[in-house]
């Protein structure tokens, strides 16, 4: 092992939200200069995570949120028979590490799935910066009010929803998201593995399969292993939807 990896990949490089191309993602929108600056100053870390490492584990201290640059991360818990459950799929432009506000410890696990790059914010700091900056303290408001939109709307998959209408759901909210970033409306490349997605939606390995052959068959989707193309989203919106219209 090189010295290099064995060291913490944490980085007090110039970080500079001011000239970051996700910035409207993960920060307030319209600061003036001198906040800009203050936010700057704040967030003067990066730290990379190499595909499999952890940013942080269940039960360690909280101290930061963390914005990702690069790369794709699951939170997970161990169930009690010592399996991994997981809770959430995060993207470049989002923050991770929410879960550490209510109890000053993290109640997760963040699992890189792919090599990462996040941006280290200081929790304490963000918190004095946002009374000085109510645009930071309305922002912060809104990233934990989406994430508990986020988690309802998890809650509601799991309660009553089909396995095609899991997968469906999942598969239209993964593509909106990434197309927020840049990317294509239609196809996607699967950062988490089959299993990872059947334990995300409650589902067992051959029925996520199942699943996504039915859809192939039936001419919504083209799979290649994890390449996947929406051919057809107006079918993927109508089977959610035909759970919807039952309530």
């Known amino acids: 092992m090189t010295r290099e990896t064995a060291s913490p990949q944490l980085q007090a490089i110039k970080v500079a ?6 910035r ?8 003036e200069e001198q906040q800009l600056k203050r936010l700057d100053e704040i967030v003067a870390m990066r730290r990379k995570v190499k595909r499999g490492g952890t940013l942080f584990r269940n039960g360690e201290p909280f101290t930061s949120l963390f914005a990702i640059r690069t790369g794709f ?21 989002e923050i991770i590490g929410l879960d550490g506000i209510v109890n000053d410890h993290h109640t997760c696990d963040a ?6 790059e996040v941006c280290v914010m200081p929790f304490d700091r963000i918190e004095e910066l946002s009374r000085e900056v109510t645009a930071l303290q309305t922002h912060v408001h809104k990233i934990m009010s989406r994430e508990i939109v986020r ?3 998890v809650m509601l998959l799991l309660g009553s929803m089909r396995a095609d209408e899991r997968l469906a759901a999942f598969l239209l909210n993964l593509v909106q998201r990434l197309h927020t970033r840049g990317f294509s409306q239609s196809e996607l490349v699967l950062r988490m593995t089959r299993e990872e997605i059947g334990s995300y939606l409650g589902l067992k390995l051959e029925t996520v399969s199942r699943t996504f052959s039915k859809f192939v068959e039936d ?14 989203t107006a079918a993927l919106k109508r089977i959610v939807n035909s759970q919807q219209a039952c309530h």
């Open 17 to 22: 939200c001011s000239n970051c191309n996700l």
């Open 24 to 31: 409207e993602l993960c920060m307030p929108v319209g600061l």
């Open 73 to 93: 991360f699951k939170t997970c818990v161990a169930t009690e028979d010592g399996r991994d459950q997981v809770t959430g799929f995060q993207m470049a432009g």
């Open 151 to 153: 988690e309802h709307g």
């Open 111 to 116: 699992v890189a799935l792919e090599d990462a």
């Open 219 to 232: 001419g919504i989707v083209e799979v290649k292993q994890r390449h996947v193309r929406i051919v057809d």
